[in-house]
């Protein structure tokens, strides 16, 4: 069965410090993975994606994620954490032969000063 | 960037109401998802639309119906609502035949079911 796994729920980090956010899938097909972000009160935006190639992905306001098949897992990073990074993240996995996206359960993040 | 609207943005209701919530899309996409958000649950799929004549079910769908009008509109109702249903609500769309079948998220729609 298809599943993602945020295995964090809430992280505190303080500005300046490095981030990262855990990510693990189990999916049967070739996993296109996503990795989005929603500050309060908003809609979820897209931070990057990963399809093929480079593992290493970066993506919009400093972050990346780095696919890994061995471990199922597409951990989101950042080097330095602004205040206004503190949102909740939302990892995410489908197929372009498939028909859903699975979505984890999310990982709030407090920065704090 | 509006490419993706919903309306209501918020909605109070009472439980036994039917209420319409509303999706439309200028993005050009063929597909439309309906989503709900639960703190602690993530996102969970409740209707999926790959074209106008195309409805599936998603995850949740009991209690909910769907209606493709066009190609960018896509209506979400609950036929009489109850106080679980109280959620944020999300419409998305993605581009079928690209490789990347990203999906676009409207600001959603924060629904109280009293």
Same mark, same amino acid.
């Given at each position: $069965? ?21 990510? *693990?899938?189990?999916?049967? $097909? ?44 597409? *951990? ?9 990074? $503190?949102?909740?993240?939302?990892? $995410? ?21 | 960037?509006?490419?993706?609207? %919903? ?16 999706? !439309? ?11 709900? %958000? ?10 999926? !639309? @790959? ?9 949740? !769908?009991?209690?909910?119906?769907? !209606?493709? %009008?066009?190609?960018?509109? @896509? ?14 609500? @999300? ?11 990203? %999906?676009? @998220? ?9």
């Amino acid at each position: $069965a298809q599943s993602v796994t945020q295995p964090d729920i809430h992280i505190t980090v303080s500005e300046g410090a490095s981030l990262e956010l855990r990510c *693990n899938y189990s999916y049967g $097909a070739t996993p296109y993975l996503f990795w989005y972000v929603q500050s309060p009160g908003q809609g979820l935006q897209l931070l990057l994606k990963y399809f093929s190639g480079d593992t290493l992905v970066q993506g919009i306001k400093g972050f990346e994620a780095e696919f890994k098949r061995s471990q199922s897992s597409f *951990n989101l990073r950042k080097p330095s954490v602004h205040w206004s990074d $503190a949102a909740e993240y939302f990892c $995410a996995v489908g197929a372009l032969s498939g028909n859903q996206f699975y979505f984890g359960t999310g990982t709030s993040l407090t920065v704090i000063p | 960037d509006a490419d993706v609207t %919903q309306t209501p943005r918020n909605r109070i209701t009472k439980t036994g109401k039917r209420i319409m919530l509303e999706c !439309s899309q200028t993005k050009g996409h063929d597909r439309m998802y309906w989503y709900r %958000q639960d703190p602690g649950l993530g996102l969970r799929l409740i209707y999926y !639309s @790959f074209d106008v004549k195309d409805i599936n079910k998603g995850e949740i !769908s009991d209690g909910y119906s769907v !209606s493709r %009008q066009a190609q960018a509109k @896509f209506s979400l109702s609950l036929e009489s609502a109850i106080p679980n249903q109280t959620a944020l609500y @999300f419409c998305a769309t993605s581009d079928f035949g690209r490789q990347e079948e990203t %999906q676009y @998220f409207g600001p959603g729609t924060r629904l109280l079911v009293l």
